[in-house]
Structures are given as structure tokens and as C-alpha cells.
């Protein structure tokens, strides 16, 4: 089953330069749907307007704005807190039992009540639906859901996770109403009716349009009268163009690097601003643990000492990435620079020449660098030919590049065709594990063959049954330390976010962080 790095994924374009701009100013409209209707455009699709399918950024987007979930994450933060619930908690030492008491009055778009059957039937559903496109992969831990009264929820499962807050707290843990969906199918009319902040008027494939939702009740204000979402299907240049006509009035998702830099430096003139936010995006280079040249740890250990991550980023990204050089990324708890400290920030061809030596390496390697062309951003080729162009000019590599698309490229990953491939990832909730657990656990989903049983057998259950979320610092950072020696992957790059907006629209700012919830309900026009 499909994991978010195997989603459509069209990185938020990573960061800019140093002098762009980092917001454009904190002001909102007024609270309670009283504001200008906004229009955004993205070259994403929405693959999904039901939760147990939609795994994808553009349905999540939809998810978090359509539907509430228990808890949610607060702007800027990393904790989640009450939204459909009034508190959660654990009630064992062991992170086995969640308990969740909900807010009285609650109530869905269409008027029906919410109660704990609603929750109840939501996980269930989506559990039994198993969808392969859908997010029940992230709860292998749930056992049972219980509803003692029409209030409470009580979660049981089947090994401890303090994670699991955080999970449900994702568009993963959205509520839908049980009188209008199908226990044992997926929706299909396009329709949803969930709890959250707004209601979905009207999909097709040119454009979602939200409108307030009057029943919602929880922590977000809405600042504007409602929210049009307009499709561009991966045409970059027309979302470009539709921005500076003025046909939309915010840019998300799916504008290049040079794009970006190019509306930056026209802001002025014409009237748009680039917003940056943070992001836990993350992009590996994969090794197929079993390939004949990519299995030789001599051959990772040269990659690692020779790839120039601050010549990528300036030459293919325009300074819009962070060089990455950990498994968690910058912002996220539990993050180390294992690489970093392990290879270094500059290329020693000395010490790849070492690493290959001492694996009994004498001639070139040669080797392919497989790449599909946009899952991971537009810049993807061209990025992997400029990595196999730093290997060559070691005069220690013969590589290549070869492209696939994205369906043949998942294929062929499966089947261990590729010694070195490129994978990216959209966290599902901001936490150390969901950048470990998924990659160096049980059947991870790179599909290349690794496996460490110190990993599987100790840190990843320990740290995931430590509710103390700070105090898993260092068994992340062995985790990290282990994963650095034996090189499974070689972490690239870490994304920023970028919306670009026009003259006259606030609250950007609070739409791009690391908990990847892109918030409709803070977005006011003047």
C-alpha cells in the first residue's frame, strides 16, 4: 500500500534566496466568514474528497478544511490539540488506551449530530475499507474503538504508540458522517459532509468551491466568506500567468524554482508577494540494499563523501532547498546531522577513493541513477543528472541517468531493477517517527531491502511507546547514527513551502508549516 512519498507529490517548491520575503504581514480579516471570498490556484489535483481513499497533498488540503478530527495542530505548532474533542488523554502508562471526551453540540454541515457512533464508524470504515489509495496504512495499532456514551471514545491498541494522537490529528483521522456514507464502500458523487470550518459546495476538475460552514464548531476563526480552489493539472506556466492576470489570488503548489524567483524580483511591479513557510518535505537518494554495485558500502560511502548538496541547491534550485543531511529533518524533534558529521558539508574525493579501496574498488564504478520525471518536483532529472555529473568528475564514476514514468518506475522499484533511485516524502504528522518507522521498519515502503535489527527490534517500538515525545532524542539520534554508517539512503535535501499572493491577501504566514495543514480558515482579501 501506497505511502505519501508515493503519492503525486509536486514539492512545495523549497526555499529561496535569503532576501525573499518571509511573509506578508500578519493582518486578518474579520472572524466568522465575514470576509472577501478567496481564490487559490495549485497544480496538484485532488485525487479524493473521501478520507478513506484521498492520501495525496491536494486531498488532505481539502480533508483539513472539509472535516475535523479529534485533535488538530495549532498554526506553527508540532503538539496537537483539542478540535472535535474537548481533551484526550492516554489512561495507561503503556500508550495503549486513548480516550477522547468530544464538545457538546456538535454537528455536521448538513445539521445531523456528531457523536462518538460518527468516530467510531469513521475508523472503522476506513479500516475496513483498507483502500490502497488511502491513509489506514498509518494505524497497523488500532485494535478496537469503543463508545462508552454518545460523548466518549475510547481507542484500544494493539502495541503502545504515544504517536498516535498525532496520527488522528491528521486529515488521516477526519470524521465523516455515518447516515451518509457507506460502511463498506468508497463515495463517489464528489460530495462530503463532514464538521469542519467549511463545506464543499461544488468539484469537478476544473475547481472545488468551499463555502462556511454555519454548524462548525472548534478553534479555527474564519477569516473570509469562502474558498475557491481552481485546478491547473500540473500546467505550471498558466498557474503562473492566472496569478499575475489576476484570476486567482493565491499560487500554491507546483510553481518552479525559477518561477518563484522570477515573481520575486516582479513583486513590485506586479503586485504579488512570494510568502515563505516551513516544511518537513523531505528528498533521499535510495540504495537497493541488494544491487551488485549499489550494495557495496564502499560505493554509498563515496556517494556520500562526493555529492555537493550546496551546488545543487544553488544551481538547480535557485537557493530554494536546505541541504539535508539527517533522516529528520530541521524543526522536527529528534533531528541530528548524522551525515553531516559522518562525510561532511564539502566533497573530499580522497576519502572516496578511500571508502571504495577499502571495499576492494579499484576501476570506475559504473553506475544508473533512476529518476522519474515530476512526482518529486519538475527538477528532478535534471537534479539527478547534475549528482551524476559531480560523481564523474571525481574520475571515480561512470553514471548515467535514466528517467521512468512514475507507474512503470514504482514497478520496477518493486521488482529491484534499481541500484540508486530517488524518493521524496510529505510527513503525515510532524514527529521523528513518521521519518523512521516508514523507511527502516517492518516491510518499509522503499522498498530496498534494508533491515536493522536494532532498529526494528529496539529504537523504533521503544520511541514509539515513549510518551514523552523529548525524550526520544537519543534513540532517534542512534537510529540516525545507524542509518549514517550503513547508508540505506543519502538524504538530499529538505523543502521550504512557497505560496505567491497577490496585493491585498493575508494570512499565508500561518498556511505553511511542518504540520503540512494548509489553513483556509486564516486566508482574508481587502
Not at 571508502?355 to 537534479?383: C, F, H, M, N, Q
Request: one cysteine or more; hydrophobic letters at 40%.
Amino acid at each position: 500500500m501506497n505511502m505519501r512519498n508515493q503519492w503525486p507529490v509536486l514539492p512545495i517548491v523549497a526555499g529561496l534566496a535569503s532576501g525573499l520575503l518571509t511573509g506578508c504581514g500578519s493582518e486578518t480579516g474579520d472572524s466568522g466568514g465575514t470576509g472577501s471570498s478567496v481564490v487559490m490556484g495549485m497544480s496538484d489535483d485532488v485525487l479524493a474528497t473521501d478520507p478513506s481513499s484521498g492520501y495525496d497533498p491536494g486531498s488532505w488540503l481539502l480533508f483539513n478544511n472539509v472535516f475535523q478530527s479529534l485533535l488538530s495542530f495549532p498554526k506553527g505548532a508540532t503538539e496537537p490539540q483539542p478540535e472535535l474533542a474537548k481533551q484526550c488523554a492516554f489512561t495507561d502508562t503503556r500508550a495503549m488506551v486513548y480516550k477522547c471526551e468530544l464538545r457538546d453540540g456538535l454537528k455536521f454541515s448538513n445539521g445531523d449530530a456528531l457523536t462518538s457512533e460518527d468516530v467510531k464508524f469513521s475508523f472503522e470504515r476506513m479500516m475496513k475499507i483498507d483502500d490502497p489509495a488511502g491513509p489506514a496504512i498509518i494505524f497497523p495499532m488500532l485494535g478496537s474503538v469503543g463508545t462508552p456514551d454518545a460523548k466518549t471514545v475510547v481507542f484500544h491498541l494493539k502495541v503502545p504508540d504515544a504517536t498516535f494522537p498525532s496520527k488522528i490529528a491528521s486529515g488521516a483521522g477526519s470524521i465523516v458522517d455515518h447516515r451518509e456514507y457507506d460502511a463498506d464502500g468508497l463515495r463517489t458523487d464528489h460530495k462530503a459532509v463532514g464538521s469542519g470550518p467549511y463545506k464543499l459546495d461544488s468539484f469537478d476538475k476544473d475547481q472545488a468551491v468551499f463555502s462556511v460552514n454555519d454548524n462548525y464548531k472548534g478553534t479555527a476563526k474564519v477569516s473570509n466568506s469562502g474558498v475557491t480552489l481552481k485546478f491547473f493539472h500540473g500546467d505550471r506556466t498558466a498557474l503562473k500567468q492566472s496569478l499575475l492576470d489576476g484570476g486567482i489570488d493565491i499560487a500554491y503548489r507546483g510553481l518552479t524554482a525559477t518561477d518563484i524567483a522570477d515573481l520575486d524580483q516582479q513583486d513590485d511591479s506586479k503586485g504579488v508577494d512570494v510568502i515563505e513557510g516551513g516544511s518537513a518535505e523531505v528528498q533521499h537518494l535510495v540504495f537497493n540494499m541488494k544491487d551488485p554495485v549499489a550494495g557495496k558500502l564502499g560505493v554509498r560511502k563515496a556517494m556520500a563523501y562526493l555529492i555537493d548538496r550546496d551546488a545543487l541547491i544553488k544551481d538547480i534550485y535557485q537557493g530554494t532547498a536546505a541541504p539535508l543531511y539527517s533522516i529528520v529533518p530541521a524543526g522536527i524533534a529528534g533531528h541530528n546531522t548524522a551525515f553531516f558529521d559522518t562525510y561532511g558539508a564539502r566533497p573530499s574525493r580522497a576519502k572516496a577513493a578511500a571508502a571504495l579501496r577499502a571495499d576492494g574498488i579499484t576501476g570506475k564504478v559504473k553506475l544508473t541513477l533512476w529518476s522519474t520525471p515530476s512526482r518529486y518536483g519538475p527538477a528532478t532529472d535534471e537534479e539527478l543528472k547534475a549528482i551524476a555529473g559531480q560523481l564523474n568528475a571525481s574520475g571515480l564514476f561512470d553514471a548515467d541517468v535514466q528517467s521512468v514514468a512514475f507507474d512503470q518506475y514504482e514497478k520496477d522499484i518493486a521488482k529491484g531493477r534499481y541500484g540508486v533511485y530517488v524518493k521524496g516524502w510529505v510527513p503525515d504528522y510532524p514527529d521523528a517517527d513518521n521519518f523512521t518507522a516508514p523507511f527502516f521498519g517492518k516491510g518499509n515502503v522503499l522498498g530496498n531491502n534494508y533491515s536493522n535489527s536494532t532498529i526494528t527490534g529496539s529504537l523504533i517500538p521503544n520511541t514509539a511507546a515513549q510518551s514523552d515525545r523529548g525524550a526520544t532524542d537519543k534513540e532517534f539520534g542512534r537510529l540516525q547514527d545507524i542509518v549514517a554508517a550503513e547508508l540505506p539512503v543519502l538524504p538530499v535535501w529538505q523543502a521550504k513551502q512557497y505560496a505567491v499572493v497577490r496585493d491585498g491577501v493575508y494570512g499565508l504566514e500561518y498556511c505553511l508549516d511542518a504540520s503540512t495543514v494548509f489553513r483556509f480558515w486564516e486566508l482574508s482579501k481587502s
